[in-house]
């Protein structure tokens, strides 16, 4: 598996600019965030701090990828 995700990190950078794949990948805590509380979301507490956060980095990947 390891070499599966340096291979798709590296041929990412083929497909769009550095500035797009970096933050993109860079995201992962978000999606950590999300899948824990779908999968033990008796064990994540998601509060006010995390849920402001996580909005905060959609709307600059967005952005990133609209105006970058």
């Known amino acids: 598996t390891q070499s599966f995700a340096s291979t798709s990190f590296w041929s990412a950078f083929s497909?769009?600019?550095?500035?797009?794949i970096v933050p993109t990948l860079q995201s992962y805590p978000l999606i950590t965030l999300i899948l824990s509380y779908l999968f033990i979301r008796r064990?994540?507490?998601?509060?006010?701090?995390?849920?402001?956060?996580?909005f905060f980095i959609v709307i600059a990947l967005v952005l990133l990828v609209l105006y970058g």
């Open 43 to 54: 064990l994540e507490k998601l509060n006010r701090a995390a849920i402001i956060g996580s």
């Open 15 to 20: 497909l769009a600019p550095v500035v797009l």
